[in-house]
């Protein structure tokens, strides 16, 4: 059994600052990818920045040079680091993993519960 715990949503105001945590925890043999993705009300749920177990990052342009992410492999945790925050940036955010269990040769798709992240004055 895997789970993946996000934290640290909430209330900014434009131009602020939020940092996300996603925790991943059971029997976790290795985590080759870790991403954030969002879901707007109305909208698709898309990918907002990713990272793989060789540090690569990848970002949506909307959020380059604004959000960072990072990962702590002794934690099995990914974050989010939001900065300049924009009310188009207000969403559900999501926590996906991509990682193999103990005595399992196949890699697994995981999702957390998601965390609100709102920006408004």
């Known amino acids: 059994q895997v789970q993946l715990v996000e934290s640290g949503g909430g209330l900014a105001q434009p131009g602020g600052s939020l940092r996300l945590s996603c925790a991943a925890s059971g029997s976790i043999f290795s985590i080759n990818y870790m991403g954030w993705y969002r879901q707007a009300p109305g909208k698709q749920r898309e990918l907002v920045a990713a990272i793989t177990s060789s540090n690569n990052t990848n970002y949506a342009d909307s959020v380059k040079g604004r959000f960072t992410i990072s990962r702590d492999n002794a934690k099995n945790t990914v974050y989010l680091s939001m900065n300049s925050l924009k009310p188009e940036d207000t969403a559900v955010y999501y926590c996906?993993?991509?990682?193999?269990?103990?005595?399992?040769?196949?890699?697994?798709?995981?999702w957390g519960q998601g965390t609100q992240v709102t920006v408004s004055s």
């Open positions: 996906k993993a991509v990682l193999a269990t103990m005595g399992s040769p196949y890699d697994g798709q995981y």
